[in-house]
T-cell receptor
Framework: KAGVTQTPRYLIKTRGQQVTLSCSPI?????VSWYQQTPGQGLQFLFE???????NKGNFPGRFSGRQFSNSRSEMNVSTLELGDSALYLC????????????FGPGTRLLVL | GQQVMQIPQYQHVQEGEDFTTYCNSS?????IQWYKQRPGGHPVFLIQ?????EVKKQKRLTFQFGEAKKNSSLHITATQTTDVGTYFC??????????FGAGTRLTVKP
């Protein structure tokens, strides 16, 4: 079974721009969660989607948003990028909603200049 | 809110030595999960513990869940260079989203 895939893998943007990241979960998985990973803050929960509905949202500003499609694929969007948004963005899928075990994708490394 | 604290932050061992990382929560957890992230990689699920006092083993790795379901540990016997990476614990908070510990970075000297 194919693992979680994320596109793009690397991205360079400038301040003020917006970005959309994509995640394709493992086939059959209905839950997708997004995390931001930085050296200073570790793994921070962004949000979780299950059956196209946002179940939970972490403590991030409204510039961070996401959605899930009927095929469970998910996208997250960050508008008005700031330098501090530079991070590794990880998507994780699970068969059912949290707290089922999560399977992470390779991540999208975003650099904001 | 619920926090998951993990110690130590770093651990450097000689190959063949044992290693332990500890995870503590401010609240009772319904379950706890452990993940491993190799350098340059992404977190990989290792195990989930659900029952009070539960102990599970995976080859040289031993996972424990405390009786009060507020703490957990991961012990590696006779470390190998392949054990290098960062080990994270994670538990669901009151909103049922996963909160990860800061991780313990393990380095192994051959």
């Amino acid at each position: 079974k194919a693992g979680v895939t994320q596109t793009p893998r690397y991205l360079i943007k400038t301040r003020g721009q917006q970005v959309t990241l994509s995640c394709s979960p493992i086939s059959g998985h209905r839950s997708v969660s997004w995390y931001q990973q930085t050296p200073g803050q570790g793994l921070q929960f962004l949000f979780e989607y299950f059956s196209e509905t946002q179940r939970n949202k972490g403590n991030f500003p409204g510039r961070f948003s996401g959605r899930q499609f009927s095929n469970s694929r998910s996208e997250m969007n960050v508008s008005t990028l700031e330098l501090g948004d530079s991070a590794l963005y990880l998507c994780a899928s699970s068969w059912d909603a949290t707290p089922f075990p999560q399977y992470f994708g390779p991540g999208t490394r975003l650099l904001v200049l | 809110g619920q926090q998951v604290m993990q110690i130590p932050q770093y651990q450097h061992v000689q190959e063949g030595e044992d290693f332990t990382t500890y995870c503590n929560s401010s609240t009772t957890l319904s379950n706890i999960q452990w993940y491993k992230q190799r350098p340059g990689g992404h977190p990989v699920f290792l195990i989930q513990l659900v029952k009070s006092g539960e102990v599970k083993k995976q080859k040289r790795l031993t996972f424990q869940f405390g009786e009060a379901k507020k703490n957990s540990s991961l012990h590696i016997t006779a470390t190998q260079t392949t054990d290098v990476g960062t080990y994270f614990c994670a538990g669901p908070n009151n909103n049922n989203d996963m909160r990860f510990g800061a991780g313990t970075r393990l380095t192994v000297k051959p």
